[in-house]
């Protein structure tokens, strides 16, 4: 039977499968698993089928635990069920996975293997997670590449029906999860004649029901327990041979056979390794290249580790081996070895004992860790691996793929061992997020896979920054089959499509001997030679690079495409590869271009078919002059006044080697220093805003809402101006506070992200040109050096006392330093003001615990961190523990600092005739409400510490260590929506109820904003989102109003867009508060579909609307009588959908679904009226209770 | 009484037929004016940056951000099949002329040559009865001759007549300089009916936020003597069809404009004010007047007050104006 030829990535392949295998799907998105709900969620919107001809039901649960919970009940009411997910995920899945298993029940969860957050957090791909699972009962099976992922998919559901133990099918995160490829896809057929329809309805028979009850999941006592825990061994006995059965029938079905254990080498093969996962295929390949080379080397890749069959495993071993290898993509600190090698050594170490032995004696077996957070993995390591098995002590333990030179692990490895085919093409893209490169290759590469006769992979690499974010493309194809599963480092082909990055990355470092390069460049193709960076010049001279250029940008813009310049890169590709004659590939691009922008309407795909069409006229082949030219070299990554920390460590991370980064200079436990953006200097924004002093009203507004801390004011004496820059721009001080001083607003032009919200914002008009503000956008290239020296001038003037100033007001919070800046978050993103604003509040005494989601990854993604610090050394404390648990983090860093401040007090009391009776009293009365009290007792603190250093006690010396929480601690607890409303949301709500104080900041996009859009239970009515294709059914859920009831907690709903007054108030009072305090920030989200640049006009509508009713309720007020809810938003103004029509994710609906669309919109107008009313009447109700009681509840 | 007119080959009720407005989007509300007796509706432009722009703006915001960190490689779920602007006129189109029996103009509204013409065509397969071109075009290029300016209406108009079958009025603009002789080119060039004529929404000066705010103010009966006069005027001197919009309020109104010679009468801003069921007030108006003058029927007034049949012709042109001045008395 000819199956159909696609060319897709892993997450679709066994998404494919467990679609038309199941009933029931409950998902929790997670990265990299992601993609595989998504497209089940789409699949059942669209009305697809599964072989049984019934659409499953696919559902979002509030967390991963959730989802295992909704999946335990729903197979044992007899569905089949699936979901989804990947490593934090997989671990709260681990007390419903004990009871499936111990149920004996059938069912596949697909997991993207990945790192567990450690010392750190990681998204991406190796074991830690299904290593952690190995103990459930749970079968584990393990897929290497994309084919195999669809392939084994169908095996596990196949083989968990007959066996009843449940399957874990994992793939490694990202390399698999992520990597397209050209494969067979299989047919409905082929799945149903894999899966038994009598064990279907075994299944069902097994199910909960009334008809024919029966009791499951009771508790055992010691008498019984112990028994009932081993009835399972059979099953588990009995599951290996069932797995290989289902894999011989699949042989049958469709050609590939697969083994349990599968033996690539010499069949007498002396040396092996053994091992599982993507890397099985890279190291499939160095084998194939070492036979060639006469080395007697063979790999066992591990397809079905758990049940582990040791008779299965050591047939597949020849019996010529002497060393193993045994490689684990995991680390298990404290162990005797990874679970892998343990495994190995047991099988072997059981095998001999039996009279008719394979083995007579145990081969030398030596474990080593490769791979985890998707390191490298290439075939000189493995070629390493084997080279160390040569030797008569190979190290044990070892790693590979790191440098090691604190225990020495490590073992080195020749970066330059190549092995690819030449036969192979292989192309790499540097492009910039949004330029569409990624979209545009992923197109390229389905073309080449399905439109030719070639093998195609397509891999793509993104940095950590999400705004003017650097991707990488990794393209490759041929005639033989593909097998390398690591990135590209020897590429015949290499295009950049953003001529900047030219001076930031030695991108032809890759290239090899007569490889081409196609640049993008606003330079005519006579002038590009000389303005190419020295060393460029020099590698195309050496490697006899052929070079082609085209102006990419001035076609994107005569065609409209503005700044997406992949189609046009893309048509270059193909004229300058010749991988399809001229007209194929131009039809078949466009044919591309049908599929991708068709629904989407005409005009796009005309823009488009344009762009192509003109590409090819205006594409050229430079004449290579015979000597370099250029003087220009490359600049260094950072500047010399950096520390040396961010010189050694920062810096190469920056410059993208990192992976040459010893062990000896990492943390040792993932500490690490803060104010390290300020160093990058990313020079990402075209445009700039450019102060005019003469127009600015110094309302301090732009500076509020940059989302970068690139804008700033300070207020200053005029001596201070003595040595500035010519350029350097200074006003008088308008305001009484300050009289006759000066004050200038100065942009950090080089980490600016040019985003505009400032200009928007800004209120003053020139009155001659009223197109003109006090902030206006210029171009940045020309400002860069002058503005450089101007920023570096203006940090030099000293910052205001904190004492002198109203931070109450816009403009009195703006003279305070942001102690939030640079972060690489969305440009224009609408969290990071809110942030930055408590920053520059209390970012000198604040300790922050941030959940995971954007706000942990623009706050702490390496190589760099926005938290900062004052001139004192003060600054923001900053830890993010997980998802989930965010909220009870808080409050445990809250708990310890009260217990240190209550000990401090406790010893100052018992030292009060050493210390003296006025410091004391003075310390331990202090009132610390303002800034003044706060400076007045880290006075004191330090009065005191003097003293303590020559008092000869023990409480001393115990005081001097708690001395510092004698000064307040503000305890901020942050995270998005998805934290608060859903995973979190348990312990969100112990918290409010635990009276302690701690801030809470919730910075509501009312979506999974950092995994890609998926609904939360704060997405609104009619919004789309993913998993709510169809716009979301239900209203939001109102925390702040679930929050209120608790009557001791101080709620404010803000949206800085729509109020920034009563944005900074409701921040202070909940700070002042003493007792849980939460504050719901709407944050407008590039996910929303806006313009960015207005995003405080959406916040504002949002507010007219009602959607976001602003108000506050301070717990405080209520006890003292006055009005406790004050509702600080005006009643509806402009009806929902005017707000909503702003927004794609709700103007989307009206053009996918327009009949539901319009019943949607109704209802959220509904919701918007009756939330506000409903704020009202309770602000009422409050009134008229302390009004009439006179307070005191 | 005859009340029947014959408007772009169209056999009309009556001559009251509501002009291109948000009222006709609903069409619950179409049903509405059929059943207070409109004898056809236009309905709201499609306007040529929507067919250029709905698309380009839809792709922008669903890919903006997406395949640039590795988190998120896109933001929104995707949907096979987006209803375009163009598409949900079209849709409107069918679901308007399944609801009524009266005749459904569909409007186009643009200024260039270009791709978005084909749309006549897909509102012709729709179903549109006839197709109202409206070119809105401010001319702010100062080299750009008056000549040039009406061969850009010349040209659409051919475009579009060579794309259809149906009927096609132009929908005017009153700026002009020579009305006559531009009517005549339209005329040569077979367009089936003149709207006269378009209002333009001027734009105004927000002092608070220094800003131009497009704010639009409905028609008064005062707006409804330009096209009287340029009916009159044209009457009997070209071949189209005449219909008069802008400030037509009363049954008095609509005849007034009957008179001057127009085959139909256009109504927005009454019925935006006074709601749809004016279209009844008005036109019991205008039978009972016709009853009370004995005008048996529609066709009877029409053209009888324009410039070839009134006694004194010079009434309509530059004389008038003296005329016009002396008769007005300030309100000292």
């Not at chain 1, 006025?918 to 003044?932: R, V």
């Not at chain 1, 409903?1174 to 009422?1180: I, S």
């Amino acid at each position: 039977m000819s199956r159909l030829k696609v060319t897709i990535d892993g997450n679709e392949a066994a998404a494919l499968v467990a679609f038309k295998t199941s009933e029931v799907i409950a998902i929790y998105p997670i990265t990299p698993s992601s993609g595989m709900g998504e497209l089940s969620d789409q699949w059942s919107s669209e009305g697809q089928k599964n072989i049984w001809g019934t659409i499953p039901s696919v559902i979002e649960m509030q967390s991963e635990g959730g989802a295992a919970g909704a999946l335990h009940g729903a197979l044992q009411s007899g569905s089949l069920a699936t979901t989804f997910t990947s490593s934090q995920g997989l671990l709260l899945m681990i007390p419903n996975m004990y009871k499936i298993a111990g149920e004996l029940t059938p069912t596949v969860f697909h997991i993207a293997a990945r790192s567990l957050a450690a010392q750190a957090l990681s998204i991406f791909g190796d074991h830690s997670d299904i290593m952690s699972t190995r103990q459930t009962g749970w079968a584990q099976l393990a897929s290497n590449n994309p084919q195999e992922v669809m392939d084994l998919a169908l095996i596990a559901h196949a083989a968990t029906l007959e066996s009843r133990i449940p399957f874990l099918h994992f793939f490694d995160g990202f390399r698999t999860t992520h990597e397209v490829r050209k494969m067979e896809q299989l047919s409905d057929e082929d799945i149903r004649a894999m899966i038994n329809d009598d064990l279907v309805f075994e299944h069902r028979l097994r199910a909960l029901t009334p008809d024919h009850p029966v009791l499951r999941g009771s508790a055992q006592n010691p008498d019984v327990y112990f028994q009932g825990r081993e009835t399972v061994n059979t099953f588990y006995l009995r599951t290996p041979k069932i797995v290989q059965n289902a894999m011989d029938k699949f042989a049958k079905l469709v050609g590939r056979q697969y083994k349990l254990f599968e033996y690539v080498g010499s069949p007498d093969a002396e040396r092996i390794i053994v091992l599982m996962g993507s890397g099985a295929d890279t190291a499939d390949e160095t084998v194939e290249y070492m036979l060639s080379k006469n080395e007697n080397v063979g790999i066992l890749k591990v397809r079905l580790y758990r049940p582990f069959s040791i008779e299965h495993f050591i047939q597949a071993i020849p019996r010529s081996v002497k060393s193993i290898a045994v490689l684990d993509r995991t680390k298990e600190p404290g162990s005797i070895g990874e679970p892998l090698y343990q495994d190995v050594v047991t099988a072997f170490t059981e095998s001999l004992d039996s009279d008719d032995a394979k083995f007579k004696s145990l081969p030398t077996i030596v474990g080593g860790r490769f791979g985890l957070s998707s390191k490298e993995f290439t075939p000189s390591m493995v070629k390493t691996v084997f080279d160390e098995l040569n030797k008569s002590r190979p190290k044990n333990h070892f790693t590979i793929g790191i440098k090691d030179d604190v225990t020495n692990t490590s073992l080195d490895f020749d970066p330059d061992f190549d092995i690819e085919p030449a036969e192979t093409i292989r192309a790499m893209f540097f492009g910039l997020g949004a330029d569409g490169t990624v979209g545009a290759n992923k197109n390229s590469i389905k073309i080449i896979g399905e439109e030719t006769e070639n093998y195609a992979q397509g891999y793509f690499v993104y940095d950590s920054k999400k705004s003017g974010s650097m991707t990488t493309s990794h393209l490759r194809f041929g005639k033989k089959p593909i097998k390398s599963t690591y990135l590209i480092s020897k590429a015949n082909f290499i295009a950049c499509h953003q001529e900047v990055f030219l001076e930031k990355i030695d991108m032809l470092k890759y290239a090899i001997k007569g490889a081409t390069f196609l640049l993008n460049t606003h330079h005519p193709k006579d002038e590009v030679w000389n303005k190419l960076p020295r060393p460029v010049q020099k590698d195309i001279l050496e490697k006899k690079i052929k070079l082609f250029v085209i102006d990419g940008y001035k076609v994107a813009r005569e065609t409209g495409m503005g700044g997406r310049v992949n189609t046009i890169m893309q048509t270059c590709f193909f004229a300058i590869s010749g991988v399809l004659p001229k007209d194929e590939a131009i039809e078949q691009i466009k044919d591309a271009i049908r599929k991708t922008y068709g629904s989407k309407g005409e005009e796009v795909v005309k823009m488009n078919f344009h762009a192509v069409d003109k590409t090819v006229e205006n594409l050229h082949e430079v004449e290579i002059p015979d000597k370099v030219t250029s003087d220009f070299e490359l600049p260094p990554v950072v500047s010399d006044k950096a520390p040396d920390y961010v010189k050694s460590l920062t810096a190469e991370i920056m410059a993208g080697r990192g992976d040459f980064i010893p062990v000896s200079m990492m943390p040792i436990d993932g500490t690490f220093p803060t104010a390290t953006t300020k160093w990058e200097k990313r020079n990402i924004a075209t445009e700039v805003p450019v102060w005019d002093p003469e127009v600015c009203i110094q309302c301090g507004k732009c500076a509020l809402v940059c989302p970068h801390a690139t804008i700033r004011q300070k207020v200053y004496d005029e001596k201070y101006l003595e040595n500035a820059p010519g350029t350097f721009k200074s006003t008088n001080f308008r305001g009484k506070e300050f009289p006759d001083m000066k004050y200038t607003i100065q942009v950090a032009v080089e980490d600016c992200t040019g985003c505009a919200l400032c200009v928007e914002v800004c209120p003053a008009k020139n009155k001659k040109e009223t197109r003109l503000k006090a902030i206006n956008m210029e171009t940045q290239y020309p400002l860069r050096i002058p503005e450089r020296a101007n920023w570096d001038f203006f940090l030099e003037i000293p910052e205001i006392d904190r004492r002198e100033v109203k931070v109450d007001t816009i403009k009195g919070s703006q003279f305070l330093e942001p102690l939030f800046e640079f972060s690489g978050a969305c440009a224009a993103c609408g969290e990071t003001p809110y942030v930055k604003l408590v920053s520059q509040l209390y970012g000198d005494r604040m300790v922050v615990a941030n959940a995971t989601g954007c706000s942990s990854i623009y706050g702490g993604n390496l190589p760099t961190t926005p938290w900062s610090q004052n001139k004192d050394g003060r600054g923001p404390a900053w830890s993010n523990s997980l998802f989930e648990d965010n909220a009870e983090f808080g409050l445990g860093m809250r708990l310890s600092i009260d217990k240190n401040s209550e000990y401090a007090r406790e010893l100052v009391a018992a030292l009060k005739p050493e210390i003296g009776d006025d410091l004391s009293d003075a310390i331990l009365k202090a009132d610390q409400s303002d800034e003044a009290g706060i400076y007045e007792q880290r006075q004191r603190v330090d009065d005191l510490k003097k003293k303590l250093e020559s008092i000869d006690k023990p409480q001393a010396k115990r005081l001097l260590h708690v001395a510092n929480y004698l000064v307040k601690k503000s305890v901020w607890i942050m995270g998005g929506d998805g934290w608060a409303y859903d995973i979190g949301y348990g312990g969100l709500d112990h918290v409010l109820l635990s009276g302690r104080n701690v801030n809470i900041l919730v910075l509501d996009t009312e979506v999974y904003s950092n995994t890609g859009g998926q609904m939360s239970k704060a997405t609104p009515r009619a919004a789309v989102a993913k998993f709510a294709a169809s716009g979301k059914p239900l209203p939001k859920k109102d925390l702040a109003l679930i929050a209120l009831m608790y009557k001791n907690v101080y709620v404010a709903k803000i949206a800085m867009g729509a109020n920034d007054v009563h944005t900074v108030k409701a921040i202070i009072e909940a700070e002042k508060y003493d007792g849980p305090s939460i504050i719901i920030a709407y944050s407008h989200c590039i996910a929303h579909g806006i313009n960015m640049a207005k995003g405080m006009d959406n916040q504002k509508a949002a507010v007219e609307s009602g959607h976001w009713p602003l108000f506050r309720y301070n717990p405080d007020y209520r006890k003292e009588g006055k009005k406790a809810l004050s509702l600080d938003s005006k009643p509806p103004k402009i009806p929902f959908e005017k707000y909503a029509y702003m927004e794609t994710r709700f103007k989307m609906l009206t053009k996918s679904h327009p009949e539901i669309s319009k019943q949607l919109l109704k209802l959220a107008q509904e919701d918007s009226a009756y939330r506000y009313h409903f704020v009202k009447k309770m602000a009422d109700i409050l009134d008229g209770e302390t009004n009439g009681k006179n307070g005191n509840q | 009484m005859d009340l029947k007119t014959n408007y772009l080959g169209l056999k009309l009720k009556n001559p009251i037929v509501p002009s291109a407005s948000p009222l006709a989007n609903d069409i619950d509300n179409i049903k509405k004016m059929e059943d207070a007796g409109a004898a056809a509706v236009v309905l709201e432009s499609l306007f040529e940056e929507q067919i250029r722009h709905e698309s380009k703006e839809l792709d922008h915001y669903l890919q903006f951000g997406a395949e640039s960190f590795a988190e998120a490689l896109t933001y929104f779920p995707q949907a096979n099949d987006y209803r375009i602007g163009p598409e949900e006129y079209l849709k409107h189109i069918k679901m308007a002329k399944d609801a009524v029996d009266i005749p459904v103009i569909a409007s186009l509204n643009g200024v260039t040559v270009g791709g978005w013409i084909d749309y006549s065509r897909k509102m012709e397969q729709a179903g549109a009865d006839a197709i109202e071109l409206n070119v809105y075009y401010i001319p702010t290029n100062s080299r750009l001759s008056g000549v040039e300016v009406e061969n850009l209406y010349i040209d659409i108009l051919k475009a579009v007549k060579a794309a259809v079958k149906i009927p096609v009025a132009m929908k005017l603009s009153p700026f002009f300089s020579s009305m006559s002789h531009f009517t005549r080119r339209l005329d040569e060039n077979g367009v089936d009916g003149l709207v006269m004529f378009n209002r333009f929404y001027q734009p105004d000066i927000d002092l608070e936020n220094l800003e131009v705010t497009p704010n639009v103010i409905l028609s008064t009966p005062h707006a409804l003597r330009l096209p009287l006069r340029w009916i009159a005027i044209l009457y009997g001197r070209i071949k189209a069809d005449m219909a008069g919009t802008s400030g037509i309020h009363t049954a008095e109104d609509v005849i007034k404009m009957l008179m001057a010679g127009a085959k139909v009468t256009m109504m927005c801003s009454a019925l935006l004010r006074n709601g749809i069921p004016h279209i009844k007030k008005v036109l019991d108006g205008v039978k009972t007047w016709m009853a009370e003058r004995e005008y048996d029927s529609v066709n009877l007034m029409q053209g009888s007050m324009s410039q070839k049949n009134v006694a004194d012709p010079s009434s309509f042109e530059r004389a008038n104006y003296q005329k016009a001045l002396q008769s007005y008395r300030p309100n000292i």
